[in-house]
């Protein structure tokens, strides 16, 4: 269902939004194109959730341009919002109806008939995984179950787009498998994919690009590989040395690596070969308690690029 | 501001959720108005001789409550459905996110909660009113017919500015004062069970300045057979306003809440 032509689904330029004198996102350019996953890193308070309600056409701009499917959303704001899906962060489930109602009612939202919008339940219950929960009320699912079934709801209009805005926050592990794998099913069908997220396991799972987020502005952008070529080198030897000594080791391993960095219970060496660089600082006679390798993820990447860490 | 004409989209979920509750809702609903008329029409009744000419054209004390029981009972019923229930959708199950998430705006939103509230209202005054017909207390059956409709019209104006109210508030704590000194005071004062001529005249006019009395006078003249026009008109126009500007301010208030 994608636009024929080969115009960005989502085009950005200088996109703000400010509440009063709070600034939350302070210009940014973006453009996401049809069958693209693309996905906003950053810590909470980055600006990643006002960005995506403005994409979602639910919170108007505060400066810039923004065209969603090649509408203003200012102006076409429920023609756009016709043509997305929209798996926000927190749920907005109807707790005392049950997980069919759930969906049936919001298919009816988008003027579906009837009679397709049962055909698209029993469809979506299947996809999810919850067709043996048809019946149940929402407040009796898990956490993971009520995602799964948000998702499910953000899909029953078919969307052009799909906005996930941190869809596994608050989930196990296991959880959070299950709802990756049925996202990943949906990029491989060609759904076009907008996520935020604060995981950057997440991130390098689904997007294909992204762009790192902080403080309202992007730092930095790119596919995750890129990203951690670019400003990462290929491994991270981790080493403890106990409470407050491990500041007073940086300087004795500083030669070894590319870059240093000291956070407060472990020390991170960038480095080509980890086991080379742990290797050498026995030889310096110094002992961490604790040494593993490790290949560079996103997390280093924003740690280099924001002196910070992503989940605080 | 865009019109409400997605709000039809919406039938289907005030339907189950109706639904899941309606048994419980249609037996009170029988039950209250029965309560009602033995206790306060029947019994407390009674024990009243007023005079007929103070009673605003009824013959007895029965006839003079009926009418303004169903007025109140009006107003209660809005209150049910714009107040907590409300107050849950917007802030508590944050459900209204999720419709404005589809092509519904606010203004669908409004129209098919307050249509909903209406349709709550006609069916509970309906059932009310049938009800209480076999104690003889309605003079004119076009009048009463009328009267129900009249119903319809108060629950909308109540219904409009109590939603207005409702959307605007961070929690539920203003509640307790809106029915501490909005919906008690008019129950009690705005003459459903007495005269407000009873009133001293600065009172009086008071009480004829609140939206229930409107309702109460309106319904009273009609199933009593003895509409004044000037009154009546009066009445109607007041409910009218009262809707316009509370839908209106509905509109305005849910809007700076929720499209931020």
């Given at each position: ?5 080969n ?66 959303p ?11 899906g ?18 049936y009612?919001?298919?009816?939202y ?6 397709e ?8 219950l ?7 929960k ?12 009520k ?39 949906l ?53 403890r ?46 002992d ?14 924003f ?10 | ?19 899941r ?20 029409g ?10 007929p ?28 459905h714009?107040?907590?229930?409300l ?12 419709m404005?998430a ?15 509230v ?9 059932v ?15 009048g009463?017919?009328a009267?129900?409709f ?53 009172l ?40 316009a ?7 305005r208030?849910?809007?700076r809440?929720?499209?931020?």
């Amino acid at each position: 269902m994608a636009d024929a032509s080969n115009d960005p689904l989502i085009q950005a330029e200088g996109l703000r939004k400010s509440f009063g004198s709070f600034e939350a996102v302070r210009g940014i350019d973006v453009q996401v194109r049809a069958g693209e996953s693309f996905g906003f890193l950053g810590p909470n308070g980055a600006g990643k959730s006002s960005t995506m309600r403005m994409i979602a056409a639910v919170s108007p701009i505060s400066g810039g341009t923004l065209r969603i499917l090649g509408m203003d959303p200012a102006i076409d704001g429920p023609s756009i919002r016709a043509r997305i899906g929209v798996c926000p962060q927190e749920d907005t489930l109807d707790t005392e109806l049950n997980v069919r109602d759930n969906l049936y009612i919001y298919g009816r939202y988008f003027g579906l008939p009837r009679a397709e919008v049962s055909k698209r339940c029993d469809e979506l219950l299947e996809f999810v995984q919850l067709t043996d929960k048809a019946k149940a009320k929402v407040e009796m699912l898990s956490g993971g179950m009520k995602r799964r079934l948000t998702i499910a709801r953000s899909l029953i209009n078919r969307p052009d787009i799909l906005l996930l805005d941190e869809p596994t926050t608050g989930l196990d592990p296991q959880a959070r498998h299950v709802v990756w794998d049925r996202l990943f099913r949906l990029k491989q069908q060609g759904v076009t994919l907008v996520l935020t997220t604060h995981y950057m396991d997440e991130a390098e799972q689904l997007c294909d690009r992204l762009v790192v987020m902080d403080q309202g502005v992007i730092v930095a952008e790119g596919a995750p590989h890129e990203l951690i070529r670019s400003y990462s080198t290929r491994e991270v030897a981790e080493l403890r040395f106990g409470i407050g000594e491990n500041e007073h080791v940086a300087p004795k391993v500083e030669d070894l690596a590319d870059r240093v960095e000291v956070l407060p219970d472990r020390l991170l060496l960038y480095v080509d070969n980890g086991e080379e660089a742990i290797a050498k600082v026995h030889e310096r006679g110094l002992d961490p308690i604790m040494s593993l390798v490790r290949r560079s993820t996103l997390e280093d990447v924003f740690l280099r690029l924001t002196g910070r860490t992503l989940v605080d | 501001m865009s019109t409400p004409n997605l709000a039809p989209r919406m039938i289907d979920y005030w339907a189950i959720t109706y639904k899941r509750t309606y048994k419980a809702s249609l037996i009170s609903s029988f039950l209250t108005p029965l309560l009602y008329i033995v206790a306060m029409g029947v019994l407390l009744g009674g024990f009243i001789e007023g005079d007929p000419a103070k009673l605003e054209g009824a013959t007895t004390y029965l006839a003079f409550v009926a009418p303004g029981m169903v007025a109140a009972q009006t107003m209660t019923t809005v209150f049910g459905h714009t107040t907590y229930m409300l107050m849950g959708m917007i802030k508590w199950n944050k459900i209204h996110d999720g419709m404005l998430a589809t092509p519904l705006g606010v203004p669908d939103l409004i129209a098919s909660h307050l249509g909903f509230v209406v349709f709550r209202v006609g069916l509970v005054t309906g059932v009310f009113m049938l009800v209480m017909a076999p104690f003889g207390v309605f003079e004119s059956v076009t009048g009463t017919i009328a009267a129900f409709f009249v119903q319809l019209l108060l629950g909308l104006a109540f219904a409009a500015c109590v939603y207005a109210f409702t959307a605007g508030l961070k929690d539920e704590s203003a509640f307790s004062l809106l029915f501490r000194f909005g919906l008690i005071p008019m129950f009690l004062f705005s003459g459903a069970f007495f005269p407000v001529s009873n009133l001293n005249p600065v009172l009086e006019r008071l009480a004829q300045a609140t939206p229930l009395w409107q309702g109460v006078n309106l319904t009273r003249m009609l199933v009593l057979g003895q509409v004044d026009t000037g009154w009546a008109t009066f009445n109607v126009a007041y409910l009218l306003v009262m809707s316009a500007i509370g839908w209106w301010w509905a509109n305005r208030r849910l809007t700076r809440r929720l499209v931020t």
